[in-house]
């Protein structure tokens, strides 16, 4: 490995950026940090970390200058479904303007290596309107028929990925997450996933008690720990296949099932009471993993419950330290 690498993380105060930044210093790498924001729960390991607004060009130049080798381009104004379905303009505008600009700034200033984070949103919402979903398969994506605003958005940004190797022979790697969930992530506020969302819920219940679910709980989906993205990405840098790859799991639960495994990982008795007008995303999404397997010799290993063991602690011990736990309700609830 070479050590002497020189990398820029977007999106290193979040929470992804933050564990890859934690994971490329503990492999000897040089790292840059950039970000509106320091990380929320801990100091970041970034040798350099410097707050940029990354929707100006001027910022992107400044982020990839100095002999920058490869870029994580992780930054993104996004959330979970409550935020997605409802900032349309405000989310595809904020990164159609970091991506473009990113790409091109990286571009200018040398840099060899470009990995963009997309999401399992770019798929077609027609082939994911039942549980049992069949799970997806990259070319899924097309048609196009992505989720409003931010799907679209990353459909975009793929696509430019794929000209800028076409036209420039600038390396771009593209990745399509599937809910990634872990400590360190949010879990308030508005912008947090269902695993964090109900790891909450279920830390400010009693026991027994019962947490509000969005919808009918029978959505389906697959959740990956974030050490599992973190050795995804790095693997999928360094691996010579430039179209897009889906990084998640294919452990397909419902939403029931993951408040019975937070549940679990709690030891609460927790009843679920189904708000029907929350919103719920698609009806089933998963990840299929072949051309992964195929690529990478390799896919995320971590099982759901060992994930939430790790996280449900984290997020209990944090509501404790502000002093939350035993004292407020359940009110906000949130699916994927
Ligand atoms: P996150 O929100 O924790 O991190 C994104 C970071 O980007 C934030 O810290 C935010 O401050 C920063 N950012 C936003 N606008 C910026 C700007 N204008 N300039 C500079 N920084 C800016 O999200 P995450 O979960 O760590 O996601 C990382 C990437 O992975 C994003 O591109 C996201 O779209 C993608 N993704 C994540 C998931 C998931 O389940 N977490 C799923 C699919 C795709």
């Known amino acids: 490995m070479n050590t002497r690498k020189r990398l820029l993380i977007t999106g290193a105060g979040g929470f992804i950026g933050h564990h890859l930044v934690k994971r490329l210093k503990a492999d000897g790498y040089w790292v840059r940090g950039v970000d509106l924001k320091n990380p929320e729960y801990e100091a970041s390991a970034a040798?350099?970390?410097?707050?940029?607004?990354?929707?100006?060009?001027?910022?992107?130049?400044?982020?990839t200058r100095g002999g920058i080798d490869e870029v994580f381009n992780l930054a993104a104004d996004m959330g979970g479904i409550g935020y997605i379905?409802?900032?349309h303009a405000d989310i595809a505008r904020n990164n159609a303007l970091i991506n473009a600009h990113m790409l091109e700034a990286s571009r200018q200033n040398g840099v060899k290596r470009f990995l963009f984070s997309s999401s399992a949103c770019v798929y077609a919402q027609s082939k994911q309107k039942y549980a049992d979903v069949s799970p997806l398969r990259e070319e899924d994506a097309f048609p196009a028929e992505p989720e409003p605003g931010y799907g679209w958005e990353k459909l975009?940004?793929?696509?430019?990925?794929?000209?800028?190797w076409h036209d420039y022979k600038f390396e771009t790697r593209i990745v399509r997450f599937h809910n990634v969930y872990g400590p360190l992530g949010t879990y308030d506020g508005g912008k947090e996933k269902a695993p964090a969302a109900i790891c909450r819920k279920v830390a400010l219940a009693g026991d027994p008690d019962e947490i509000e679910v969005w919808g009918d709980g029978e959505q389906t989906r697959s959740f990956m720990y974030v050490d599992d993205c973190v050795e995804g990405l790095v693997r999928l840098m360094v691996c010579d296949y430039r179209d897009a790859l889906n990084l998640g799991t294919d452990e397909l639960v419902t939403i029931n099932q993951l408040v019975d495994l937070v549940a679990d990982a709690a030891g609460k008795q927790i009843a679920k009471r189904h708000n029907l007008t929350g919103p719920q995303g698609v009806r089933g999404r998963n990840s299929d993993n072949s051309r992964l397997r195929e690529?990478?010799?390799?896919?995320?290993?971590?099982?759901?419950?060992?994930?939430?063991?790790?996280?449900?602690?984290w997020i209990e011990a944090e509501l404790r330290k502000a002093g939350a736990v035993g004292k407020s309700k359940n009110v906000l609830a949130a699916t994927a």
Request: net charge negative; glycine share 2%; with cysteine.
């Open 47 to 63: 040798d350099e970390f410097e707050i940029l607004d990354l929707r100006r060009w001027d910022n992107c130049l400044m982020a």
């Open 85 to 87: 379905t409802v900032f």
């Open 156 to 164: 975009y940004a793929e696509e430019l990925c794929r000209y800028y």
């Open 295 to 313: 690529v990478l010799s390799w896919e995320p290993s971590i099982t759901l419950r060992q994930g939430l063991a790790l996280t449900y602690p």
